[in-house]
């Protein structure tokens, strides 16, 4: 068979429409890797069915809730848990943020959660050895403290923690008074101690306008407040837990 000139270039040209008109191929992804460890200081064993839970977050904005990135689990009680984290190095974005959060659960109860941030991806030293602290009221008993008077420091709010750069704390009184700083303004307040059970009274405070993220962290505190029925005071940790009327942690402090 013979093909003219002609011919062959109607080819050509057909091969190359067709090859145009096909889907482009999407590009392969380009993976990275952030390798680390979690640990805790509590000298206790994990249950047999423990997992060990690792997130790679973009914490950019402080006035939204972190967007997860990429999660890794390890499974077992050994500790400190080894993890590997693979990521998709394009959903990394100049400017922004990112840390780590590590959070060990037995089942749908969360034993422990990192309470301090761990950044990474910042251009300086990955922080990947991360460390976790106990959640109140999902964790083994602790012996009861008569009252939880004292200097506090704002850990974490539910089952999130703050961030180290925002100082929100709060100081009761022996005489039930209370007073603080939210982050941003001062606030002053009572609260109501019998036993396990406490309440505090609604918070007077100023009203001076600070960073979103300030005042967003100022503003789920004092919310909080208003939540809490219980108190529960970790001696060892030097931290308390004031619970909901179900037990639910509204949020950690640290004593000063």
């Excluded at 959060?101 to 030293?125: K, M, N, S």
């Excluded at 008569?146 to 929100?168: C, F, H, Y």
């Amino acid at each position: 068979m013979r093909f003219t000139g002609s011919s062959i270039s109607r080819r050509a040209l057909a091969g190359l429409l067709l090859a145009a008109a096909a889907p482009a191929m999407p590009a392969l992804a380009a993976s990275r890797t952030l390798r680390g460890t979690v640990s805790y200081r509590e000298r206790m064993a994990l249950p047999p069915g423990a997992v060990v839970e690792v997130k790679l977050l973009d914490v950019s904005l402080a006035d939204a809730p972190a967007r997860s990135i990429a999660e890794t689990r390890v499974y077992g009680r050994r500790i400190p848990a080894r993890w590997i984290l693979r990521f998709d190095s394009r959903q990394i974005e100049p400017g922004r943020s990112y840390a780590l959060q590590a959070r060990i659960f037995d089942g749908d109860r969360l034993l422990f959660t990192t309470t301090e941030r761990h950044t990474v991806l910042g251009g300086g030293q990955d922080d990947t050895a991360l460390w976790v602290q106990r959640v109140a009221g999902q964790s083994q008993p602790v012996a009861p403290a008569s009252s939880p008077v004292g200097s506090w420091r704002l850990s974490s709010l539910g089952r999130s923690q703050v961030p180290v750069s925002i100082a929100t704390t709060m100081e009761i009184a022996a005489d039930g008074k209370v007073s603080g700083r939210g982050g941003c303004n001062g606030f002053s307040g009572s609260a109501t101690i019998e036993g396990g059970a406490i309440r505090f009274s609604r918070m007077v405070s100023t009203m001076m306008a600070c960073a979103p993220d300030v005042m967003s962290q100022e503003r789920g505190f004092l919310e909080g407040l208003n939540k809490v029925r219980r108190w529960e005071l970790h001696r060892g940790l030097g931290l308390v837990a004031l619970l909901d009327g179900r037990g639910q942690p509204v949020m950690t402090l640290t004593r000063q």
